[in-house]
């Protein structure tokens, strides 16, 4: 069974840095039958994809984040991460991460999602 | 980005057929995927490729897309269906979701 899990702070002051953690288990993010992705939804709105990540580290971005927007790999944990600079109070938000096949787009397995509110 | 419509709302009664649309300039070439999201959960992926039902996922899903329109249909719609359900399709190098459409069963 595969799982992922996000971690991370749950507040970020205005102008910060947001950054998550979306731990796999039961796969590997080496897989090259998936990419990696990250999705939020502010509350009460609907889903927002921001980007995904591929295990030769390729990426694409959401084109109104792109430029506040990292995600990477980190294999030895096998994990990927958001980061999401300057943030504002319109980045408050449920935050997914998601494995999506790489063939087809579809996302086949979520996380439970993680809060951030940014406020001071 | 793509962009997909759907509407915002879809009622139907228990048992009866339901059909949520999505809408975009040609979609019929692009492959939709249809995820279920209950209140306080993750969506669920319910369609793949229009119309493939991962595994788990009741019969009673279906799917279908043609011209401009996606349809995910729910025959035999029960109170456990209840739910928002969102299109998305791979646009020009980003994932994109309709609006969302929340289907009541009364």
């Known amino acids: 069974q595969v799982l992922l899990q996000e971690s991370g702070p749950g507040l970020v002051k205005p102008s910060q840095t947001l950054s998550l953690s979306c731990t796999v288990s039961?796969?590997?993010?080496?897989?090259?039958?998936?990419?990696w992705s990250w999705i939020r939804q502010p509350a009460g709105k609907g889903l927002e994809w921001i980007g995904r990540?591929?295990?030769?580290?390729?990426?694409n971005y959401i084109p109104s984040l792109k430029s506040r927007v990292t995600i990477s790999l980190d294999t030895s944990k096998n994990q990927f991460s958001l980061t999401l600079n300057s943030v504002t109070a319109a980045d408050t938000a449920l935050y997914f991460c998601?494995?999506?096949?790489?063939?087809?787009?579809?996302?086949?397995?979520w996380g439970k999602g993680t809060t951030v509110t940014v406020s001071s | 980005s793509y962009e997909l419509t759907q509407a915002p709302s879809v009622s139907v009664s228990p048992g009866q057929t339901a059909s949520i649309s999505c809408s975009g300039d040609?979609?019929?070439?692009?492959?939709v995927s249809w995820y279920q999201q209950k209140p306080g959960q993750s969506p669920l992926l319910v369609l793949f490729?229009?119309?493939k039902r991962p595994s788990g996922i009741p019969e009673r899903f279906s799917g279908s897309n043609s011209g401009n329109t996606a349809t995910l249909t729910i025959g035999g719609a029960q109170a456990i269906d209840e739910a928002d359900y969102y299109c998305?399709?791979?646009?020009?190098?980003?994932?994109?979701f309709g609006g969302g459409t929340k289907l009541t069963v009364l």
């Open positions: 990540i591929y295990t030769s580290g390729t990426t």
């Open positions: 998601a494995r999506m096949d790489y063939y087809h787009y579809h996302m086949d397995v």
């Open positions: 040609k979609l019929e070439k692009k492959y």
């Open positions: 039961g796969d590997s993010i080496n897989n090259e039958n998936y990419y």
């Open positions: 998305q399709v791979w646009g020009s190098s980003t994932a994109d």
């Open positions: 490729q229009d119309k």
